[in-house]
T-cell receptor, first 117, second 114 residues
């Protein structure tokens, strides 16, 4: 089954304790991305990756890191989480968006609810 | 800059009513893609439809229909004979020709009561 998986689904942590949210896709997609969803703000992109070892900042990258060492994985790292990073996080993957003839839709993971106390 | 506006923050209807969710977008790209996603209370994002900018044909899928009008930069979503299970937050989104991110509207919360 084609899917994007995220772990953990729920996480409560404390300020300053490093954490990693994993994301994995099994569709051989080049493009992967992280979004955060906050009430009244919709979804905003944190980071994205066009391929292995190619990552770039989205609209709200402060306080986050990513890496893309393998095509299927795109972990989101919070080195020192703060309460303003409490949010619902989504990982997404697709073929290269925009001009790619194979681009169809972005497949989203189930979401990770993060609470930073 | 690209922008998606969903002016309706919340809509409440009674079952079996028809309801239209509005989406207006801004882009300078000549080629772009528009999407609708549904987010039920469980939180996941459910893909509903993708529309290419060069395909203005409207689409119907069961009780759902979409009206794409380039002239007014709108991509509205209509649910016919709404049901309680349609209660969710609905997002309209856009990605441009060379885009690297889906640009989401702020969402419309639809509540359908029995």
């Amino acid at each position: 089954e084609a899917q994007v998986t995220q772990n953990p689904r729920y996480l409560i942590t404390v300020t300053g304790k490093k954490l990693t949210v994993t994301c994995s896709q099994n569709m051989n997609h080049e493009y992967m991305s992280w979004y955060r969803q906050d009430p009244g703000l919709g979804l905003r992109q944190i980071y994205y990756s066009m391929n292995v070892e190619v990552t770039d900042k989205g609209d709200v990258p402060e306080g986050y890191k990513v890496s893309r060492k393998e095509k299927r994985n795109f972990p989101l790292i919070l080195e020192s989480p703060s309460p303003n990073q409490t949010s619902l996080y989504f990982c997404a993957s697709s073929h290269i968006p925009g001009t790619s003839r194979r681009y169809n839709e972005q497949f989203f993971g189930p979401g990770t609810r993060l609470t930073v106390l | 800059a690209q922008k998606v506006t969903q002016a309706q923050t919340e809509i409440s209807v009674v079952e079996k009513e028809d309801v239209t969710l509005d989406c207006v977008y801004e882009t300078r790209d000549t080629t772009y893609y528009l999407f609708w996603y549904k987010q039920p209370p469980s939180g996941e994002l459910v893909f509903l439809i993708r529309r290419n900018s060069f395909d203005e044909q409207n689409e119907i899928s069961g009780r759902y229909s979409w009206n794409f009008q380039k002239s007014t930069s709108s991509f509205n979503f209509t649910i016919t004979a709404s049901q309680v299970v349609d209660s969710a937050v609905y997002f309209c989104a856009l990605i441009g020709q060379a885009g690297t991110a889906l640009i989401f509207g702020k969402g419309t919360t639809l509540s359908v009561s029995s």
